[in-house]
């Protein structure tokens, strides 16, 4: 992400962490979608970072970003999906219990 996780320092420790155990490293561009208050690194600090991490001996593939045209890319739907789930009611039911406790 932009600014986040995009920089040469972070480049170098995530090798440093990288070194203890044989590893392969994919980067991820960041998918934005509307409301959220991160970007996508740009395409020269995406590079920058992969070189870094080849220089130093650690394998690093940029994957491509598909479906970011629709807002359907890694990590865009989860705004769009609705949990149904009883561990999600439970959960929220709990936070109500504080909320009115308190």
């Known amino acids: 992400m932009k600014g986040i996780n995009d920089q040469p320092e972070h480049a170098r420790a995530l090798v440093k962490l990288m070194r203890r155990l044989p590893s392969k490293l994919n980067l991820i561009p960041f998918n934005p979608f509307p409301g959220t208050q991160y970007q996508r690194s740009e395409e020269p600090a995406i590079r920058a970072f ?7 001996g650690v394998m690093a593939m ?3 970003t598909r479906g970011d045209d629709i807002d359907a890319a890694c990590g865009q739907l989860v705004g769009k999906v609705q949990d149904r789930t009883r561990r999600n009611r439970e959960f929220r039911a ?4 504080h ?4």
């Open 50 to 56: 992969q070189t870094i991490v080849l220089d130093a």
């Open 94 to 97: 709990r936070l109500q219990e």
């Open 62 to 64: 940029v994957r491509r």
């Open 99 to 102: 909320a009115d406790a308190a």
